[in-house]
């Protein structure tokens, strides 16, 4: 390589340099921007404003998914990390654009009445040389750790909305079994009186006290059952000690008809967010893999200005090269990883995707069949429980059934009314899943099994 060519690449050392610098945002903008884009609202991610003074605002009135999502999205210090790793992908990024420090060599050697110095200013010429497919390969780790930002923040999205549904779900139950609890109890008291008069056995009445019994125990487990989804909700709103919000008295409505099936792979193949970091990863290894061949050989190649100076003797002007020579390592190790962590790359993208259109068909079938379950109990199951209820009290009161059969339908109604509680919260978040299956990935576990 000829030193003209050395000391030009040299002189553009600078301007390379100085277009190496952070963004203003940080990246928070693009994470922002995909985020809104997969949940339907704005991602308060960058503190402007009083982000808690906004916490209290939405605490204030009773918390609905969109507002238990904002708060989670404000206040939540897990996602906190997660954009703190965004931070270290820029870092490196702009790292990338920087040129390595220049090396300073000073020799002074004396013998007799002369003294010889050496001086030398050397570059690492062999970074300059790469720094501009460094500097792309960093540009799309920086592009993938935005991705992987995003995918942590739709994630927190649809698992604070699961948790929303299931702890109204849970209050609701709760406050139901109330009213179980005090149906049993009258009962109870009214088998003991027929029970003293004569009209009942002693086997029903222990019927009744059993089943009076059976109700405390289900409202003691309803009430933990509420207090637990509520403490997770709690978690990822990410509120301190004795937070305090309300939360409304029952689900949101069924949605009038169920979301088309069409278009549910594509999207998934599309828009989610662990397919495009697998493209990205994909892509970003395949450069470092011709960066590696490219460079195989030679890893060490420093360029730089020499000076000697004698005494008694003029200046000595000239430059000095350092080369390291392949004689041991040609670098053949090293191109085989590069190829390796490709070829694993191509395959990890290929198995996303697979997942990807498996899980959005899998979550279409679990919201179609929770949507169909529920608006059953909706639209047949708690009416005809109703009316047959109502039926039993009228033959009731014509002392065409007895007390025994009145209180048995009873207990059939207040189940009915239950199911239909769970139903419709299994709906909602099944609704979730399938938007997580599209827009994010890999949640589909359900948390009504809890």
């Known amino acids: ?48 404003g009083d982000p808690q003074a906004e916490v209290a605002r939405l605490l ?11 708060i989670a999205l404000i206040n939540n210090r897990g996602l906190q990390a997660a954009l703190a790793d965004l931070a270290i992908a820029e870092a490196d990024f702009v790292q990338t ?3 390595p420090n220049p090396s300073l060599s000073f020799g002074r050697v004396r013998g007799g009445e002369e003294t010889e110095i050496d001086r030398g200013l050397t570059f690492d010429l062999a970074a300059l040389l790469t720094m501009p497919a460094r500097r792309g390969i960093e540009s799309r780790r ?36 109330e009213q179980v609890r005090a149906s049993a109890e009258a009962a109870a008291e009214l088998a003991a009186r027929m029970r003293a008069a004569g009209n009942w056995s002693q086997l029903d009445a222990a019927r009744e006290r059993a089943y009076y019994q059976d109700a ?24 301190g000690a004795s937070p305090d919000f309300t939360l409304p008295d029952r689900l949101p409505d069924l949605p009038a008809q169920p979301r088309a099936p069409e278009h549910v792979e594509a999207t998934a193949l599309s828009q989610r967010l662990d397919v495009l970091i697998a493209r990205q990863d994909a892509q970003a290894t395949a450069k470092a893999l011709g960066l590696t061949r490219a460079t195989g050989f030679i890893d060490v190649f420093d360029a730089g200005y020499a000076n000697k100076s004698t005494t008694g003797t003029p200046r000595q002007n000239g430059y000095q090269v350092t080369l390291e020579l392949p ?40 919201y179609r ?18 009316q047959i209820a109502d039926e039993v009290l009228l033959r009731y009161n014509g002392m065409l059934a007895s007390t ?3 209180l048995a339908e009873s207990r059939e109604q207040l189940a009915s009314v239950n199911a239909a509680i769970a139903a419709q919260r299994d709906f909602w978040i099944a609704d979730t899943n399938l938007q997580s299956a599209m827009n994010a990935g890999g949640t589909l576990e359900p948390r009504t099994a809890q």
Request: aromatic share 8%; hydrophobic share 45%; proline share 4%.
């Open 97 to 99: 654009g920087r040129l």
């Open 60 to 70: 204030s009135r009773p918390l609905d998914p969109d507002a238990a999502v904002r």
């Open 216 to 239: 405390v125990t289900q409202q003691a487990q309803a009430r933990l059952a509420a207090t637990s989804a509520r403490e997770e909700l709690v978690r990822l709103l990410g509120l």
């Open 1 to 48: 390589m000829k030193l003209p060519y050395l000391l030009l690449v040299a002189a553009s050392a600078p301007l390379l340099a100085g277009c190496a610098s952070f963004s203003r945002d940080g990246g928070l903008d693009d994470v922002a921007r995909m985020t809104q884009e997969r949940i339907g609202q704005p991602a308060p991610l960058k503190r402007d």
């Open 142 to 177: 920086f592009e993938q750790a935005k991705l992987q930002a995003a995918l942590q923040t739709v994630r927190l999205a649809a698992d604070t909305r699961k948790a929303w549904y299931s702890a109204v779900a849970a209050a609701q139950a709760s406050a139901f079994s």
């Open 404 to 406: 025994f059969e009145l």
């Open 369 to 386: 069949t929770t949507y169909d379950i529920a608006r059953r109990y909706r639209d047949e199951v708690v009416p005809l429980r109703k």
């Open 327 to 366: 004689l041991f390592d040609w670098g053949g190790a090293r191109v085989a990883r590069a190829e390796a962590s490709y070829m694993g790359a191509v395959h990890r993208t290929a198995d996303v995707a697979v997942r990807a259109r498996s899980e959005a068909r899998q979550a279409y079938a679990g």
